[in-house]
């Protein structure tokens, strides 16, 4: 078998009943995927949306720093053209500390058009802001003092008192569904993921392992301290005892998180998503793993022969499901299914 690691991701996503509940209940899931093994917790930033009840990632991950020990944490991704870079900076170096040096730290520009223009921002306008809100942060993060002079940030020689606790800074990761941007993830060395069918995805991998090597004693390239990629792929699980057991469970759980998913776009009258949330197309693609271990097993197992990954994101906490639900499905998952990929 290839040998794989597995993570874990997270939108918060919310359901009946008060908020406070459902963060502890995501902090129980966190200490016992920790037990389990998994790599990295990886919690999605949404705005404006019953998707994303952690809005600002950072406060969610602050606690989750103190509920664990060793189990990686990090956002995928900060939106950063809604941040002040320089406050940003701050944020990510006092969760580096508090986590220990755990942090993962993922970055992006916003897949939701309508999220952007909430906050005021021309969607169409904030490839150039990512790109240089990203530039300030890592001089920042690499520097004593901090000057930058460009089209949307300027800052004059700012004393940089807090540095990350990983040197040169929390490696660095970017999620994307373009094509078009893996080359330039590859070439900076950032971690890469994605998300959709495998086959479709394949080619995301070539991409990335084409360019990577390209770039790999470029002294500009980010990420100089990752020796080895990890290029992964998100998938939702249910796992249970059979087959129909699962799949009863997701085909009852899943209402709940396809609407959170596509609200912002139904509201605006945009079908752009809606083949997203079609349970029966994701259940024949295996873009969500249902079923007993063993078919689990068999759909990860195809799952990495057929993208050429080493890294499988897992969402185990997603719609209507319960945290009795969700911790089943996780041990069962950690137990049963990734063993087989580890030596």
């Known amino acids: 078998m290839t040998e794989v690691t597995f993570g874990l991701f997270d939108w918060i996503d919310r359901r009946p009943g008060p908020i ?11 200490e016992a995927a920790e037990a389990a093994g998994f790599f990295c917790y990886h919690l999605a930033e949404h705005h404006a949306t019953p998707l994303g009840m952690a809005p600002s990632p950072s406060v969610f991950l602050a606690a989750a720093a103190q509920r664990t020990r060793r189990i990686r944490l990090g956002p995928l991704v900060y939106l950063l053209p809604l941040y002040s870079p320089l406050r940003l900076i701050g944020e990510i170096c006092m969760l ?8 993962e730290l993922g970055v992006g520009r916003g ?4 999220e952007i223009g909430y906050h005021g921002l021309d969607p169409a306008r904030t490839r150039p802001m990512f790109q240089e809100a990203l530039d300030v942060i890592v001089a920042g993060m690499t520097s004593a003092r901090l000057t930058h002079r460009g089209e949307h940030y ?17 490696p660095l990761w970017y999620a994307t569904s373009n094509l078009d941007s893996v080359a330039w ?22 991409k990335y392992r084409a360019v990577w090597p390209e770039h790999r004693d470029d002294p500009r390239r980010r990420n100089p301290q990752v020796a080895t990629p990890r290029i992964g792929i998100n998938r939702q699980v249910v796992v249970a005892d059979t087959d129909a057991e699962a799949e009863a469970i997701a085909r009852a759980v899943h209402p709940r998180w396809a609407a959170s998913f596509v609200k912002l776009w139904a509201d605006h009258g945009d079908t752009t998503y809606v083949h997203r949330v079609n349970l029966d197309a994701a259940l024949r693609h295996e873009t969500i793993l249902v079923g007993s271990p063993a078919r689990v097993r068999d759909q990860v197992s195809r799952l990495i022969e057929a993208t ?8 185990f906490a997603w719609g209507d499901l319960s945290l009795v639900q969700s911790l089943r499905s996780l041990r069962l998952f950690a137990e049963q299914v990734m063993p087989a990929f580890q030596p």
Request: aromatic share 10%.
């Open 185 to 206: 993830a590859a070439a900076q060395g950032m971690h890469l993921v994605g998300l959709g069918p495998a086959e479709a995805y394949r080619p995301f991998v070539e």
């Open 111 to 114: 897949v939701s058009p309508y």
């Open 308 to 315: 050429g990954v080493n890294y499988v994101i897992c969402c």
């Open 154 to 170: 300027r800052y004059d020689d700012v004393p940089m008192e807090l540095a990350p606790l990983q040197r040169p800074y929390p």
């Open 20 to 30: 406070g509940p459902l963060y502890e209940e995501r902090l129980q899931l966190l």
């Open 96 to 103: 580096d500390h508090l986590s220990g040096g755990r942090l």
